[in-house]
């Protein structure tokens, strides 16, 4: 099926039926109240639901940071030159004209047993539920060498936004025959397909300006997402650009010397003119901080996406661990209808729907040559379970590929305004 903004949007509309019910009202601040926690794909589309079909029943506020998002999802499109920055940003205006309460501030701590929570700015905020979608963070000391003073050195450009223009400009700046490194990241991360849709992106920069220069690849694992799609591709646009070294042949083994500007791989050191070190991943601090996590990931129950450690906290997107889902920003979009759905009838009595859930990720190779993969999922005791799914094909038609960057280009548009309003 071919996904514009309307049949997008439409797709969702069984998950934002509300059956009205009087509202019950919570001890201490009037209605009831949702904080969320992140303005991502996962927490602007939780509050923009809760807000829009509780019709003022509850209270809803959002805390945020930042004052643009930068969607990840289409940023490597950016780097490509494919888009332009602000393509990629949308700010909080219409979220906050549609009934929910933008706070710009860091949430720095939860207190359980009071249910509030502190923010950097001074001050709480009093919950009857709570939603945190805070994305991800990364482990430090995860790649041996890299830490986050060194991020302008080596950037990881996996929070979108100011790390995507530094990575773009040093590629950019590239000189004749130079060499882009890339440390890839073990499993689980954030977009699977998303480091190799890099890979390409920066191919087809660096085919157009530079096209002597050299791709090097150090991955920690034996196989990637849509990896019999991306080596196609690579091959058909790239030839003898891109050279990925994965598991088997030391791409595990890997330190990096951001003052050198060095990357050795299994024993072997060599010179980069851009070094782009995606370390490994973990919850948001702000879960941690919580003490919702294993450690690294917020355990949730697939039916509502409640943590397993507190029935009242919620967890979407990239931070949870919720089964076989992929952390994208569609599945986040899709966990928070779910979760919206089950945070309205649990405080108003509204009918709460069968937890069911939907994902695609796109990527682009090149030009008008897309290619995707996606499934469908239901929440079983134990976790989310996929039910079906699909991906692209080798050898499919340009046709096709251009009609995926198209569909792409539709689910985009879909799901920020989605997110947004």
């Avoid at 710009?104 to 709570?130: E, N, Q």
């Avoid at 060499?179 to 977009?191: D, E, G, L, S, T």
């Avoid at 917020?298 to 992929?326: C, E, F, H, R, W």
Wanted: with cysteine; charged share 20%; net charge negative.
């Amino acid at each position: 099926m071919t996904l514009d903004r309307r049949t997008f949007m439409g797709s969702t509309a069984a998950a934002a039926a509300v059956l009205s019910a009087p509202t019950v009202k919570a001890a201490g601040h009037g209605k009831p109240r949702v904080v969320v926690v992140g303005g991502g794909a996962g927490g602007a589309t939780a509050a923009r639901y809760i807000a829009k079909d509780s019709k003022g029943d509850i209270d809803v506020l959002l805390i945020e940071p930042s004052r643009t998002y930068y969607t990840c999802f289409f940023s490597n499109l950016y780097i490509g030159g494919l888009k332009d920055i602000d393509d990629i940003g949308h700010t909080y205006g219409s979220l906050a004209a549609s009934g929910v309460n933008v706070v710009h501030d860091w949430a720095v701590g939860v207190d359980r047993d009071a249910k509030t929570v502190s923010l950097a700015g001074g001050g709480f905020v009093p919950y009857d539920k709570l939603i945190l979608s805070p994305g991800i963070d990364f482990v430090e000391g995860a790649v041996e060498g890299w830490s986050l003073a060194a991020q302008n050195a080596m950037p990881h450009a996996y929070k979108a936004g100011s790390q995507s223009e530094l990575l773009k400009a040093q590629i950019m700046a590239m000189p004749e025959g130079g060499v882009f490194a890339m440390v890839a990241p073990p499993n689980p991360y954030r977009c699977p397909p998303g480091p190799y849709e890099r890979v390409s992106m920066v191919a087809h920069v660096l085919k157009e300006t530079n096209p002597t220069a050299k791709i090097i690849v150090a991955d920690p694992k034996p196989k990637f997402s849509k990896m019999s799609l991306f080596q196609e591709g690579w091959a058909d646009h790239y030839a003898g650009m891109i050279d990925w070294i994965g598991e088997d042949f030391g791409g595990g083994n890997v330190s990096v010397d951001p003052d050198a500007m060095t990357i050795t791989i299994d024993g072997e050191e060599t010179q980069a003119d851009v070094c782009n070190v995606i370390p490994a991943m973990k919850a948001g601090r702000i879960a941690e901080l919580a003490g919702v996590t294993d450690g690294n990931w917020a355990p949730v129950n697939g039916a509502d996406m409640s943590t397993k450690a507190d029935a009242d906290i919620y967890v979407l997107g990239d931070a949870s661990a919720q089964g076989d889902m992929p952390k994208s920003g569609f599945s986040a979009n899709s966990q928070a209808k779910v979760c919206a759905n089950a945070v309205r009838g649990a405080l108003t009595g509204s009918k709460v729907f069968p937890a069911k859930f939907s994902n695609t990720c796109w990527s682009l190779i090149a030009p008008n040559d897309g290619v995707k993969v996606g499934a469908t999922y239901e929440a079983t005791p134990e976790k989310i379970a996929k039910v079906d799914g699909f991906i692209s094909q080798t050898g499919e038609s340009s046709d096709v590929r251009k009609a995926t960057y198209e569909e792409s280009e539709g689910w985009y548009t879909g799901i920020t305004s989605d997110m947004l309003g």
